[in-house]
């Protein structure tokens, strides 16, 4: 601030002059020190809220980007960062963090906290004594380890000294509400030692309308065949429109389905529970058909109906699994059955329908690797996905989103859908960057998305796809889209394994092994590796595989070869979306 001169002419007396600027000089002496005050507190960490994420499809992100919007309504200074960003010398000067995490697998680490975990539990780790900490953990009770990666990250703070300044909050899927409860509750308790700046500085972030409660309603525009009678597998193709939607994608998001039952199971829940279907059960205010189909799970048994069924039904087989917490026993007992298989254990027991239905799960949305580009197709969003569909009981058995999809979605009717954007999963930034894409089975989705965007934007890298099935001649989908893929050079090379052709089983794996000094070769040009498909299985043998590779085409130990991979996933070129 320029202190003013007077004019000679002004209409203030010599006193009244020197009073004004006296005044003046004060105001400034005050401005300046303000401004550098909140220099200081943007260079300072003790005057930071850190909030940092570990994420797999978004919502902890949201989340912590949420909780930097609360923060500014304080006037605090925020650093919104992924688990995979976070340098572990910076974390321990950190004073004042929130982190909000998801879990994944069998109660892990999402992929981008997966090396920010190793650098916290390693034993060089120092203390934390002036840390102030809170944990939002985001989960699902539908899995045995519920947010597990959120208790261990709250627990090993507490274990380094840090201090604990809010209780954790575990989220279960219907986690917004409780979560944004928990962020105000949160951040002034956080921050209450930090300086504020000027408050209410609103949020300049770009938020979709559409969300899992304001679903976009999307006509399906295409549901096609893609593996021909005689496969083992019926994968299908989707396309829904988003135009006018104003909802915008990336190749390498997922598209979220909120389905709706099939109305044969919902009618023999129904009649098994021997009651009018119009019946509105108590403190419900639709009928009993309506929310056992647009309102609860209906087809996976979940942990808590299983528990209630096993106190109420006095079943040998089913208190043997349930009692002696033998979680394989019970993951055995239940596999094929769904809720009417469990309610027929018994089938002259009498339930009371408030209670079973206070037992069910909300019904949830299914997650899809979105396999469109959106500069190839902006007015639409494609899915390749596989029906689920099986035999137990002498009863058809249908998995509750993949066949609604397939089988359930007329004309007139529109599809719940909202995306989940995952920012981690894109295609390299530079242009002339090798991909290689290890997507089996549906796997192949995001691969079909980025090959389409690698062509339409003309850039130069190689691109190397593997991929594979049970058969060559029933399963290999959009095999005329990569053919002329290939042609045209887009893709430089493509791998394929059809487990079933031949003797003895081949898969993705076995492929890479088979070129390993070249796969080797484009990891060292600086490749990136991404995988998508099946968690459980074949992205542990991919993952066991590329570290083989590593070991032996760059002559490492084991523990290099590690190292290897950790640098890959620090440089942000191995990339899975894998479920
Ligand atoms: C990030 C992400 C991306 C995904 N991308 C894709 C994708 O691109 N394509 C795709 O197809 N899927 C994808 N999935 C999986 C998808 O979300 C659903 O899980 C899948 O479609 C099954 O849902 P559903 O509602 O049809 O079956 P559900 O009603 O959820 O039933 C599934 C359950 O049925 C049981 N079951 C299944 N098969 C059998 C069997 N043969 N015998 C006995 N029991 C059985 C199992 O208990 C299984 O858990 C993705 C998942 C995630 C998290
Ligand atoms: C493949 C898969 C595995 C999961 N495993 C677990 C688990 O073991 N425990 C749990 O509480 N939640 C589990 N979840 C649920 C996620 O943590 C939950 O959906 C979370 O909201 C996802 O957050 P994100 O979008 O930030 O990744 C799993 C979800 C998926 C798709």
Redesign the pocket.
Known sequence: MKLPKFPVDAPFSADQKSWLSGFLAGVKAVQTSTLEDSKQSKDNPDNVLNILFGT??GNAEGLALETADVAKTYGLDTKVQGLDEVDIKDFQNMKNVIVSIATYGEGEMPDNAELFWKDLVSPEMPKLPEMRFGVLALGDTGYDEFCQAGKLIDMRLEQLGASRIISRQDCDVDYEDIAASWISDAVPKLTNNLSHSDPGEKSTRVRSEWNRKNPFPARLSLNKLLSKNGSGKEIRHYEVDISDSGIEYSAGD?INVL?VNNSTLVSLIIERLDIDPSHIPNGKEQSLEVLLTSYYEI??PGKKLVTYLEEKLNNESLSKVVKNSDKQALSDYL??KDILDLLNIDPDFHFDVDEFLSNLKPLQH????I?SSPKKYPDSVH??????R?L?NNRD?L?????YLADRVNDDQKVKIFMSPNKAFRIPENHETPMIMVGPG?GI?PFRAFLDEREIIGASGQNWLFFGDQTREFDFIYENEFSEKLKKGILTKLDLAFSRDQDEKIYVQDRMLESSAELFRWLEKGAYFYVCGDALRMAKDVDATLRKIIEMEGNMTSEKADAYVNNLKKEKRYLR?V?
């Open positions: 797999q499809t997922v389905p087809s996976t596999w094929g299914r997650a899809y690797s396999s899915m390749t996905i596989s029906s689920v099986w137990t058995h998995g509750v989103c993949s066949t549906t989705a979306d479920y």
